[in-house]
């Protein structure tokens, strides 16, 4: 193998509570190839989150660090684009205006107007979005604005496309489509991607590697698990298929037998929204969204 | 085939009769249960209090007479907008005199200086309404360009919003009566001008207006621009947004519905503070004007203050709904 396109080398990540440091992650190595689909999947409260934003940039490691392309990885930026779980576009600008947002922020010196605005059509055409492009994010449903979150990532033309339970507030019928969207898109753009998931079967059928983490705390990466499906890949032509249902078993050995969740930490999945409300008076500082939920399993 | 024939043919023969039958079934059914709501019940209201307050009004008796019920604030009413015109009128004649007189002049001396007076009667009820609102929208307006700045520097900085907030705590009850001879005084003291652009009363009123009314404002739309999404903040990270394009493109209109909020109370407020402000500080407005009355004591003079309170109460409720309709036409949220 080439030399890794992102490197997470010996990451440590601690938090500060009243009492005394935390520590959420350790020892967390992951080397990620160009083009590489890359899964992150663990119970509720394991990390992930933590790992994702470190590698966006919205935390700092307290040990080992983080490097994309032999640079140093320590503030946010668009080539590391993030596609958050509840599409996150702003509420008051429409569709078209959310993705330009970005593209004029990216693209202001290299591209011109006629460029730019062809960029923005060209990605929306891409999440088949472009027939809703003077429509508010309330005006459109959760699958919808969810796409036009993507495209927006997209258009930022990111080394890594970074996904935080991109479709975990989806409906199953709407999730597949968009499954099957990104599953595309990732395959004619080939980027890199790194996807958080609770989702066993998203995992499997859109993955070139699954990475499992252990429970918190001090989490690390337990288990890897290559996906050598070819591509491109039918949900309906895997279902049965005896690899499919072999990965299938590998993840929720690992996630059931192996890494059996406490029982009292079920109520930790229903608690999620309401941590993310609970930090909202201090939205300053990022770092508080996952010490608070990495907090309520320990 | 044959019945589909018919059915065609009636739906084409009822056409007219089939639209008749909706009219009347909106107007008769959701439509009038729906009036009823929102005109019927809220009249109701209003005859049932008038009809409380003129058999009340009778039995209070001051020193200047009887306290006045709905039929004599009518008439008192009528009597202002009378005076109000006959003043016009006045106004009208004393200018077309002196437009004659220096016509006249002129001709006899075509190099004569002439001029035209103001005409020196009193304001009448009407002009006051007119000098309280002008005086009211700039406090008001004073208010906004100090707060809203203000406000999204607080919510934006934790240090500056801790070192500011006891302040903000404290100065927010005081009461417009307290600040009034504070105001005076140094009005007085620093606004000193040969040819003043406006009067020290105006001044006096409406910076006790702005002392009292900026808080609502300061506080709401500090809190809305530190209540912004966190998801949304951490994609203006991810987007490295300069700290301008920041404020203007994810702060400012994710506080507008706050922002709005907070100025419709501070305009509430001002309009209050305003009418305490003029009658303790003698300056021009509907304050003056229930001061002067009281001081007055004609038989007249209850009545007259009477139609001043309403009038105040419908103009603060007419400045909500004007100020409900920007926010209609600005907030996202509407």
Same mark, same amino acid.
């Given at each position: 193998?080439?030399?890794?396109h992102?490197?997470l080398t010996?990451?440590?990540?601690?938090?500060?509570?009243?009492?005394?440091?935390?520590?959420?992650?350790?020892?967390?190595?992951?080397?990620?190839?160009?083009?590489?689909?890359?899964?992150?999947?663990g119970?509720s409260?394991?990390?992930?989150?933590?790992?994702?934003n470190?590698?966006?940039?919205?935390l700092q490691?307290?040990?080992?660090?983080?490097?994309?392309?032999?640079?140093e990885?320590?503030?946010?930026?668009p080539?590391?684009?993030?596609?958050?779980?509840?599409?996150?576009?702003?509420?008051?600008?429409?569709?078209?205006?959310?993705?330009?947002?970005?593209?004029?922020?990216?693209?202001?010196?290299?591209m011109?107007?006629?460029?730019?605005?062809?960029?923005?059509?060209?990605?929306?055409?891409?999440?088949?979005?472009?027939h809703a492009?003077?429509?508010?994010?309330?005006?459109?449903?959760?699958?919808?604005?969810?796409?036009v979150?993507?495209?927006?990532a997209?258009a930022?033309?990111?080394?890594?496309?970074?996904?935080?339970?991109?479709?975990?507030?989806?409906?199953?019928?709407t999730?597949?489509?968009?499954?099957?969207?990104?599953?595309?898109?990732?395959?004619?753009?080939?980027?890199?991607?790194?996807?958080?998931?609770?989702?066993?079967d998203?995992?499997?059928?859109?993955?070139?590697?699954i990475?499992?983490?252990?429970?918190?705390?001090?989490?690390?990466?337990?288990?890897e698990?290559?996906?050598?499906?070819p591509?491109?890949r039918?949900?309906?032509?895997?279902?049965?298929?005896?690899?499919?249902?072999?990965?299938?078993?590998a993840?929720?050995?690992?996630?059931?037998?192996?890494?059996?969740?406490?029982?009292?930490?079920?109520?930790?999945?229903?608690?999620?929204?309401?941590?993310?409300d609970?930090?909202?008076?201090?939205?300053?500082?990022?770092v508080?969204?996952?010490?608070?939920?990495v907090?309520?399993?320990? | 085939?044959?019945?589909?024939?018919?059915?065609?043919?009636?739906?084409?023969?009822?056409?007219?009769?089939?639209?008749?039958?909706?009219?009347?079934?909106?107007?008769?059914?959701?439509?009038?249960a729906e009036a009823g709501r929102?005109?019927l019940?809220?009249a109701?209201?209003?005859?049932?209090f008038?009809?409380?307050?003129?058999?009340a009004?009778?039995?209070?008796?001051?020193?200047?007479?009887?306290?006045?019920?709905?039929?004599?604030?009518?008439?008192?009413?009528?009597?202002?907008?009378?005076?109000?015109?006959?003043?016009?009128?006045?106004?009208a004649?004393?200018?077309?005199?002196?437009?004659?007189?220096?016509?006249?002049?002129?001709?006899?001396?075509?190099?004569?200086?002439?001029?035209?007076r103001?005409?020196?009667?009193?304001?009448?009820?009407?002009?006051?309404?007119?000098t309280?609102?002008?005086?009211v929208?700039?406090?008001?307006?004073?208010?906004?360009?100090?707060?809203?700045?203000l406000g999204?520097?607080?919510?934006l900085?934790?240090?500056?919003?801790? *070192? %500011? #907030? +006891?302040l903000?705590?404290?100065?927010?009850? @005081?009461?417009?009566?307290?600040?009034?001879p504070? !105001?005076?005084? $140094?009005?007085s003291?620093t606004y000193?001008s040969?040819?003043p652009?406006?009067e020290?009363?105006?001044?006096?009123?409406m910076?006790?207006?702005?002392l009292?009314?900026?808080?609502?404002?300061?506080i709401?739309?500090?809190?809305?621009?530190s *209540? %912004? #999404? +966190?998801?949304?903040?951490?994609?203006?990270? @991810?987007?490295?947004l300069?700290?301008?394009?920041? !404020?203007?493109? $994810?702060?400012?209109?994710?506080s507008?519905?706050?922002?709005?909020?907070?100025?419709?109370?501070?305009?509430?407020?001002?309009?209050m503070?305003?009418?305490?402000?003029?009658?303790l500080a003698?300056?021009?407005?509907?304050?003056?004007?229930?001061?002067?009355?009281?001081?007055?004591?004609?038989?007249?003079?209850l009545?007259?203050?009477?139609?001043?309170?309403?009038a105040?109460g419908?103009?603060?409720?007419?400045?909500?709904?004007?100020?409900?309709?920007?926010q209609?036409?600005?907030?996202w949220?509407?």
């Open positions: 193998m080439s030399k890794p992102l490197e010996n990451v440590q990540m601690a938090f500060d509570t009243k009492d005394g440091p935390f520590v959420a992650l350790e020892n967390v190595d992951l080397k990620i190839r160009k083009g590489e689909f890359v899964s992150l999947i119970h409260g394991c990390g992930k989150s933590t790992v994702l470190i590698v966006a940039g919205l490691a307290t040990r080992g660090g983080c490097v994309l392309d032999g640079h990885v320590n503030t946010p930026g080539e590391r684009a993030v596609v958050f779980q509840n599409h996150s576009l702003m509420p008051w600008l429409t569709v078209y205006e959310n993705v330009e947002l970005a593209v004029q922020q990216v693209f202001k010196k290299t011109s107007k006629a460029e730019r605005k062809e960029w923005i059509l060209h990605n929306l055409k891409l999440v088949n979005m472009d492009l003077d429509k508010r994010p309330g005006e459109i449903s959760g699958g919808m604005a969810q796409r979150g993507i495209a927006r997209l930022m033309k990111p080394s890594v496309l970074l996904m935080d339970e991109p479709f975990g507030a989806l409906d199953a019928l999730r597949a489509h968009l499954q099957d969207s990104l599953m595309k898109i990732q395959q004619d753009l080939n980027s890199t991607v790194i996807m958080i998931t609770h989702d066993v998203e995992a499997v059928l859109l993955s070139d590697r990475v499992m983490m252990t429970n918190g705390p001090a989490a690390t990466i337990g288990e698990l290559r996906i050598e499906l591509r491109p039918n949900r309906v032509a895997l279902a049965d298929h005896p690899e499919y249902v072999r990965y299938r078993q993840v929720l050995s690992f996630l059931y037998e192996k890494q059996t969740f406490p029982a009292k930490g079920e109520s930790t999945e229903e608690q999620k929204p309401q941590a993310r609970e930090t909202s008076d201090q939205p300053e500082n990022a508080e969204t996952g010490k608070d939920r907090l309520r399993i320990a | 085939m044959t019945h589909t024939t018919t059915l065609n043919q009636a739906d084409s023969l009822s056409q007219g009769q089939r639209w008749l039958r909706a009219l009347t079934e909106k107007v008769s059914g959701i439509n009038l929102q005109l019940l809220p109701i209201g209003i005859v049932l008038l009809a409380f307050w003129h058999a009004a009778p039995q209070v008796q001051t020193s200047l007479g009887a306290f006045p019920g709905p039929a004599q604030v009518m008439e008192q009413t009528g009597q202002l907008w009378q005076e109000h015109s006959n003043q016009r009128d006045r106004a004649q004393f200018v077309t005199m002196q437009e004659k007189r220096n016509e006249r002049i002129l001709a006899e001396n075509p190099n004569a200086e002439t001029k035209i103001d005409y020196p009667g009193a304001p009448t009820f009407i002009d006051q309404i007119f309280s609102l002008g005086t929208l700039a406090g008001f307006i004073l208010a906004t360009i100090i707060a809203v700045p999204i520097i607080i919510g900085n934790r240090h500056f919003s801790a *070192a %500011v #907030n +006891p903000i705590q404290v100065f927010k009850p @005081v009461s417009p009566l307290a600040w009034l504070l !105001v005076t005084m $140094v009005v003291a000193v040969d040819d652009m406006f020290k009363s105006f001044l006096t009123s910076i006790t207006v702005t009292c009314s900026l808080w609502p404002t300061l709401n739309t500090s809190v809305g621009v *209540a %912004v #999404n +966190p998801d949304l903040l951490n994609v203006s990270k @991810v987007l490295r300069s700290f301008w394009t920041h !404020v203007r493109k $994810v702060v400012l209109p994710s507008v519905p706050m922002i709005f909020t907070g100025l419709r109370v501070s305009l509430g407020i001002a309009w503070v305003l009418i305490a402000a003029e009658m003698q300056s021009p407005g509907l304050g003056k004007f229930v001061w002067d009355e009281f001081q007055n004591g004609s038989s007249e003079s009545s007259r203050i009477m139609v001043a309170v309403l105040i419908f103009i603060g409720f007419l400045l909500d709904r004007i100020m409900l309709l920007i209609k036409k600005v907030a949220n509407e």
